[in-house]
């Protein structure tokens, strides 16, 4: 049976691509079963679902896999890149404002992203802003991942919001709040910038070897 792990920091669209993929009828993808981040527990978790011929794969889109998953044996694994900034948007829009809290664990988990890309050539990179708005390179997205779906299938709405945004863009933060967040972001935006729509794609882009499985 086929598997994968897609990962990255919380509020880059796991559950969308986790709703999206799971659509495959021959697929069972979860978003984030549980939030036990245990190795074994969830290596545990993956053996278990893996022995089922109900489906011909199993994948999960989880956010709390960020410090595992390169540890779970699997066959592909991803991670999700959204700019820090619009990271920090979406939390405030679901009720958590940014805090020192928030900066530590933003600034830990980019740098894990960072490590987990530039250690491994076989982890791929997602852009959310492409995957959340282009159908074509979901699909690409998806296929790399060995999931078959039909452009029929794909919908764009809105799904882990809490309705009308409090805060917009970065620049309705206050001055505090933006320096707390960019300093620990700055450089990987300035790293990854072509990510998410501030320079060219470059030769992470998943679509470089995203043929059939």
Same mark, same amino acid.
């Given at each position: 049976?086929?598997?994968?792990?897609?990962?990255?920091?919380?509020?880059?669209?796991?559950?969308?691509?986790?709703?999206?993929?799971?659509?495959?009828? !021959?697929?069972?993808?979860?978003?984030?079963?549980?939030? $036990?981040?245990? @190795? %074994?527990?969830? =290596?545990?978790?993956?053996?278990? +679902?893996?022995?089922?011929?109900?489906?011909?794969?199993?994948?999960?889109?989880?956010?709390?896999?960020?410090?595992?998953?390169?540890?779970?044996?699997?066959?592909?694994?991803?991670?999700?890149?959204?700019?820090?900034?619009?990271?920090?948007?979406?939390?405030?829009?679901?009720?958590?404002?940014?805090?020192?809290?928030?900066? !530590?664990?933003?600034?830990?988990?980019?740098?894990?992203? $960072?490590?987990? @890309? %530039?250690?491994? =050539?076989?982890?791929?990179?997602? +852009?959310?802003?492409?995957?959340?708005?282009?159908?074509?390179?979901?699909?690409?997205?998806?296929?790399?991942?060995?999931?078959?779906?039909?452009?029929?299938?794909?919908?764009?709405?809105?799904?882990?919001?809490?309705?009308?945004?409090?805060?917009?863009?970065?620049?309705?933060?206050?001055?505090?709040?933006?320096?707390?967040?960019?300093?620990?972001?700055?450089?990987?935006?300035?790293?990854?910038?072509?990510?998410?729509?501030?320079?060219?794609?470059?030769?992470?882009?998943?679509?470089?070897?995203?043929?059939?499985?």
């Amino acid at each position: 049976m086929k598997s994968f792990i897609v990962t990255g920091h919380g509020r880059s669209g796991t559950r969308f691509l986790a709703k999206t993929l799971d659509r495959a009828k !021959d697929w069972n993808v979860a978003h984030e079963p549980n939030q $036990d981040m245990h @190795l %074994e527990s969830v =290596s545990g978790r993956f053996e278990e +679902r893996l022995r089922s011929d109900q489906w011909e794969g199993y994948g999960e889109c989880n956010s709390f896999l960020l410090y595992t998953f390169r540890h779970i044996a699997v066959d592909r694994r991803a991670i999700i890149v959204r700019d820090p900034h619009e990271i920090a948007v979406s939390m405030a829009n679901v009720g958590h404002a940014p805090n020192a809290v928030f900066a !530590d664990h933003l600034a830990s988990s980019l740098a894990i992203i $960072d490590d987990a @890309l %530039e250690a491994d =050539s076989s982890t791929k990179l997602i +852009r959310f802003d492409q995957m959340t708005c282009h159908g074509d390179y979901l699909l690409t997205v998806a296929k790399w991942l060995g999931v078959r779906l039909d452009a029929a299938e794909l919908c764009f709405n809105k799904d882990n919001s809490a309705g009308r945004d409090r805060v917009v863009s970065f620049g309705d933060f206050d001055t505090y709040t933006r320096d707390l967040i960019e300093r620990p972001c700055r450089w990987f935006r300035q790293k990854y910038g072509w990510a998410f729509g501030h320079r060219p794609f470059n030769d992470r882009e998943l679509e470089k070897d995203a043929g059939a499985r």
